[in-house]
Nanobody, 117 residues
Framework: QVQLVESGGGLVQPGGSLRLSCAAS????????MGWYRQAPGKQRELVAT???????NYRDSVKGRFTISRDNAKNTVYLQMNSLKTEDTALYYC???????????WGKGTLVTVSS
């Protein structure tokens, strides 16, 4: 049973933009804080951004001012708007629930973002 489906990734040049989407299943999506994660080849998975049930957001320093996380509870969907993309942003991007990863929601397949000229 697929619970999280990420989409919107692709190939973009440095300085470009992408918007990622994560569609969640279940009836209590609006209760959970949601987050975007990324994992580059040979590196640990890292938390990129979070958004609480009330809409408060937080970002890791490397993306602050460039990325914006948002959510639409009526659609059970979280978004990640990525602007001014850098080659260092290249990674497989996932969504999940911080603090309960793999418990509330199984990990999805992610969506690949490649920033290259």
């Amino acid at each position: 049973q697929v619970q999280l489906v990420e989409s919107g990734g692709g190939l973009v040049q440095p300085g470009g933009s992408l918007r990622l989407s994560c569609a969640a299943s279940g009836s209590r999506f609006s209760i959970y804080t949601m987050g975007w994660y990324r994992q580059a080849p040979g590196k640990q998975r890292e938390l990129v951004a979070t958004i609480t049930s009330r809409g408060n957001t937080n970002y890791r320093d490397s993306v602050k001012g460039r990325f914006t996380i948002s959510r639409d509870n009526a659609k059970n969907t979280v978004y990640l708007q990525m602007n001014s993309l850098k080659t260092e942003d290249t990674a497989l991007y996932y969504c999940n629930t911080p603090g309960a990863e793999g418990s509330v929601y199984d990990w999805g397949k992610g969506t690949l973002v490649t920033v290259s000229s």
